[in-house]
């Protein structure tokens, strides 16, 4: 394989490498950390407001001395606001650190006639102004939404602070008042009035004016948020899908996962010659792509390059899941990049398939004692359903689904039976009207009629299949999707189906030699954790459901810059594939219409897609 993809010469291989993290963004964004937390503590804490302690973050950039303790306070929360943008090299924070530090210098002299600490904080605004094309990264896709999320979280953190504010001065505070009487005056003054607690002397001026900061700025940013342009996540238009589409009809045997490049909540970037392509979605900054770039190998290196040079002008640390080995290679050699064993996808050749032999011989008694208790498979492509029946499966599917969340990102196409999808295959599993279980009475018809359970599977070139999606109902029989699983390969040869992959299972390498005789202290250690593990992620489960085919395992691999990356690049890939959700939820009624992800596989509950 790596002498499939062209040379790349070394200025192209340092174009590609991607954002490393840079000097001057990362100190000036600690630093604004830093003396945040220092003109916080300055304005609220009276003893460290004349502390030597503060007097050091003068020379920081953005203090604003100890005089004010409002100003200071502010100072200290729109740095904290600031100081991540700032690493990330964000334009719009680089614009709002340049007029803060004037700002800063100003206060210096005005307030505490320093012309050091003036001239100090004007020294530390040259150096941006120097840097500043550090500082070019674009905005992250946003909506309006995130005005909502910042005033819940703002007025959280505002209460929290002002109660600190208001319990700061216990030697100052006039009588003993109770938490409530607290909690009231903060929220009295954050909109501006007076509360319930009183002060000795100037106190009393000093947390009013250091509460109605917080309001305010808590005002002013959800207000800006709220009126600022949006820049929504970018979505797979139908001229990409019609090229992704005209790729994947002539290299879509590479890669199984190659389908699911046509999730319409992915965007895309395309080599200059257009032969190749790189889906992916941008989740809390990591920008994930997943599986191999789609189309002619020869072209991959500039699709990447692409790629990389996207996640360099918005700042967004690059991620790949999934990929193949040869796609590991071709994306560590071309960007630096590195790679991790992250699981093994189970491939099943039909040819080689067969319910006989000790083997097989659970999954043989499991289809045989449900085709017993009277249940009924058909295997058909999507093109050969009629629309009522299904308008019926996707309903069921819904309905089935099992969680509130939609799950699926890397291994979930996102949809059924949509017109574009005619070569998608479907099995569905059906009880014959009048047939009994073993030792159970004639149940009556379901909502969905004599439907059970629903396997869905995407094309893999011409000749192959991969699994989708899994659904049952809950009342039918266990075993639904073994049932199905063997009626698809059973059915492949009239399909022209060679081959079928199925679920995919995580660091199944590990659980399959801490198991074996000999296993060292260490192997055995990590396949207990991941054991463990699987009470919530099934990932165990999941790989003894794959063996019951008796597949071929084929890894994939995560593509990561650095191993620092690795705890972010996670969370976002949860957040993408639907088991961690950090937005606000929304009611259902209010929720837009964008296409949605299916859940993730859940192999052994019987219930979800591929991807655990």
């Known amino acids: 394989m790596s002498g499939g993809v062209p040379g790349r010469s070394n200025r192209a291989r340092r174009i590609v490498r991607g954002p490393r993290p840079e000097a001057v963004p990362a100190l000036v964004g600690r630093a604004c950390a830093v003396v945040g937390v220092l003109d916080i503590a300055a ?12 007097a050091m973050a003068e020379v920081l950039p953005g203090s604003l001395g100890p005089f004010a303790a409002a100003l200071s306070l502010s100072a200290g929360v729109l ?9 990330r090299r964000k334009r719009r924070a680089w614009r709002a650190a340049v007029a803060l530090l004037p700002a800063g210098a100003v206060s210096q002299f005005v307030y505490r006639h320093s012309v050091i600490g003036a001239l100090i904080s004007l020294a530390l605004f040259v150096p941006l102004v120097i840097h500043r094309d550090e500082f070019r990264a674009l905005p992250d896709p946003r909506s309006r ?4 999320a910042n005033f819940v979280l703002m007025s959280a953190g505002s209460l929290a602070l002002g109660l600190v504010v208001v319990s700061a001065h216990p030697k100052r505070t006039i009588g003993d008042p109770s938490l409530a009487d607290r909690i009231t005056h903060v929220l009295y003054g954050l909109f501006g009035f007076e509360g319930p607690v009183d002060y000795e002397g100037s106190t009393s001026w000093t947390v009013a004016f250091s509460l109605g900061a917080l309001g305010l700025i808590t005002a002013v940013t959800t207000v800006y948020l709220a009126f600022r342009p949006e820049h929504p996540a970018a979505r797979l238009t139908e001229e990409d899908e019609v090229s992704l589409r005209a790729l994947l009809e002539k290299h879509g045997a590479r890669d199984s996962l190659g389908h699911f490049a046509l999730r319409r909540d992915k965007a895309v970037v395309f080599s200059p010659s257009g032969k190749a392509a790189v889906t992916y979605r941008v989740v809390s900054g990591v920008m994930l792509a997943s599986g191999d770039p789609i189309g002619d190998v020869e072209a991959w290196p500039g699709a990447i390059e692409r790629f990389m040079d996207e ?19 071709v994306w560590t050699r071309e960007t630096g990049l590195d790679a991790l064993e992250l699981g093994d996808e189970a491939v099943v050749d039909v040819a080689d398939f067969s319910l006989a032999g000790r083997a097989m011989r659970n999954v043989r008694q499991m289809v045989k004692r449900i085709e017993r208790a009277g249940y009924e498979t058909r295997v058909r492509r999507i093109r050969d359903l009629g629309e009522a029946e299904l308008d019926r499966i996707r309903r069921a599917a819904e309905d089935w689904r099992g969680t509130d969340t939609e799950r699926g990102f ?13 070569d998608c295959l479907i099995a569905t599993a059906h009880r014959i009207e009048g047939a009994a279980g073993e030792g159970r009475a004639d149940e009556a018809p379901g909502p969905y009629g004599d439907l059970k359970a629903i396997l869905h599977f995407v094309p893999w070139g011409s000749d192959g299949v991969s699994l989708d999606l899994m659904r049952r ?26 081959r079928i992959s199925l679920n995919f299972a995580m660091f199944r390498a590990a659980l399959a030699r801490g198991e074996k005789i000999g296993a060292g202290p260490v192997l055995r250690a990590w396949r207990g954790l991941l054991v463990f593990l699987s009470r919530w992620f099934q990932i165990e489960s999941l790989y003894k459901f794959n063996a019951k085919f008796q597949p071929r395992w084929e890894p994939r691999f995560v593509v990561y810059r650095a191993s620092g990356d690795l705890p972010r690049i996670g969370l976002a890939a ?36 591929r991807a655990a």
């Open 473 to 498: 109902d809950r009342t039918a029989d266990p075993g639904m999707n073994e049932l199905l699983i063997v009626a698809a390969l059973q059915a492949a040869p009239k399909l022209g189906i060679t």
């Open 79 to 87: 740095l904290l606001l600031l100081a991540h943008g700032l690493k």
């Open 574 to 609: 949860m957040q993408a594939e639907g088991f961690v959700d950090l937005a606000l939820p929304l009611p259902r009624f209010l929720r837009r219409g964008a296409p949605a992800a299916r859940p993730c596989a859940h192999g052994a509950a019987e219930q979800g897609v």
């Open 410 to 422: 890397s291994m979930a196409l996102g949809r059924i039976g949509d017109p574009t999808d005619g």
């Open 311 to 329: 996640a360099k002008a918005h700042s967004w640390t690059p991620a790949v899941m999934g990929c193949s080995e040869t796609g590991g290679e």
């Open 145 to 148: 939404w995130r005005a909502l």
């Open 43 to 54: 304005g609220v804490f009276p003893r460290f407001r004349h502390s030597r302690m503060h």
